[in-house]
């Protein structure tokens, strides 16, 4: 069979997971991409490279120099600019893409959620339910729309310190899930949290908070996704290897 030369632009577990199964791969060679915001899994297999490739030419003008034949899009549900960049220059450049997108969250029953569709939507939501304290757990960087509230006391959870900080006053907790079910009971305890606000990123690793604001009774004010662009969608690890055996080029 051919080579097959793949690029995933990671940024998520799904995206180390499916690098790690293509590196198994017989006769494809995988690149990982990252945008180097965070600290990056020390193991990967294949290939690593780091940063933006310049927009939507700079991304094309890669995909077609090596030239890659298929690309995979694994960056966070929450990725703004990156999906539409991947799109546009995969279309440019005639490579297959598919959109590796986990599955959101759902409520169950007990659940008090408050979908709403974006950050300043759930900061205008805290002021609608009188919420007094706040587990804002959206990310350091994403914490500038609730600057504006008065007289809710905030507490943030990210891996890293907000800087800058951009809300007045705030308790700042730091900490790198995977958490479970007693760390995120023990939190909203300590700090007597009311509600709590996430965006709807899916998955496990974090998903122990919603049980945690369930059994307590809290809101929750769930952040909805941006829309993934036009294009195929895969939700899971598995549903992308067999996409990539499906359209890997023929000899
Ligand atoms: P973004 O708004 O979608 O991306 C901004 C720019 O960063 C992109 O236009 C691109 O620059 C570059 N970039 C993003 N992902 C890249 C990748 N995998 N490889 C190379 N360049 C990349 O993304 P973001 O929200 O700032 O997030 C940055 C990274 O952190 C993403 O990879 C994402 O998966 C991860 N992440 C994001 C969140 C979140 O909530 N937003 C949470 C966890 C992890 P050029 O246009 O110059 O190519």
């Given at each position: 069979m051919t080579r097959t030369v793949v690029l995933v632009l990671a940024g998520t577990s799904e995206a180390t997971e499916l690098v790690g199964r293509l590196a198994g791969r017989e006769n494809v060679d995988v690149v990982t991409s990252f945008a180097g915001r965070t600290t990056e899994p020390?193991?990967?297999p294949g290939e690593v490279r780091t940063g933006g490739f310049g927009g939507v030419e700079g991304l094309a003008a890669v995909l077609a120099a090596r030239p890659y034949d298929l690309l995979v899009d694994?960056?966070?549900?929450?990725?703004?600019?990156m999906p539409q960049v991947a799109a546009a220059a995969a279309a440019e450049a005639g490579v297959p893409r598919v959109r590796l997108l986990r599955p959101g969250w759902h409520p169950s029953p007990g659940d008090r959620w408050h979908r709403v569709r974006d950050l300043p939507a759930a900061a205008e939501e805290l002021r609608r339910l009188r919420s007094r304290r706040v587990l804002l757990t959206t990310g350091r960087l994403d914490l500038a729309p609730f600057a504006g509230l008065a007289g809710v006391h905030l507490v943030t959870r990210s891996i890293e310190a907000p800087d800058?900080?951009?809300?007045?006053e705030a308790t700042v907790v730091l900490a790198r899930g995977p958490f479970d079910l007693g760390d995120e009971l023990a939190l909203l305890g300590e700090h007597r949290i009311d509600t709590l606000v996430t965006k709807d990123?899916?998955?496990?690793?974090?998903?122990?908070k919603l049980e945690a604001a369930r059994l307590l009774g809290l809101d929750v004010v769930v952040v909805d996704r941006p829309l993934p662009p036009p294009g195929p969608v895969v939700g899971t690890t598995a549903e992308a290897l067999a996409w990539v055996d499906a359209h890997r080029p023929r000899p």
């Amino acid at each position: 069979m051919t080579r097959t030369v793949v690029l995933v632009l990671a940024g998520t577990s799904e995206a180390t997971e499916l690098v790690g199964r293509l590196a198994g791969r017989e006769n494809v060679d995988v690149v990982t991409s990252f945008a180097g915001r965070t600290t990056e899994p020390a193991d990967l297999p294949g290939e690593v490279r780091t940063g933006g490739f310049g927009g939507v030419e700079g991304l094309a003008a890669v995909l077609a120099a090596r030239p890659y034949d298929l690309l995979v899009d694994a960056t966070h549900p929450f990725a703004a600019r990156m999906p539409q960049v991947a799109a546009a220059a995969a279309a440019e450049a005639g490579v297959p893409r598919v959109r590796l997108l986990r599955p959101g969250w759902h409520p169950s029953p007990g659940d008090r959620w408050h979908r709403v569709r974006d950050l300043p939507a759930a900061a205008e939501e805290l002021r609608r339910l009188r919420s007094r304290r706040v587990l804002l757990t959206t990310g350091r960087l994403d914490l500038a729309p609730f600057a504006g509230l008065a007289g809710v006391h905030l507490v943030t959870r990210s891996i890293e310190a907000p800087d800058p900080m951009p809300l007045p006053e705030a308790t700042v907790v730091l900490a790198r899930g995977p958490f479970d079910l007693g760390d995120e009971l023990a939190l909203l305890g300590e700090h007597r949290i009311d509600t709590l606000v996430t965006k709807d990123s899916g998955g496990t690793a974090t998903a122990p908070k919603l049980e945690a604001a369930r059994l307590l009774g809290l809101d929750v004010v769930v952040v909805d996704r941006p829309l993934p662009p036009p294009g195929p969608v895969v939700g899971t690890t598995a549903e992308a290897l067999a996409w990539v055996d499906a359209h890997r080029p023929r000899p």
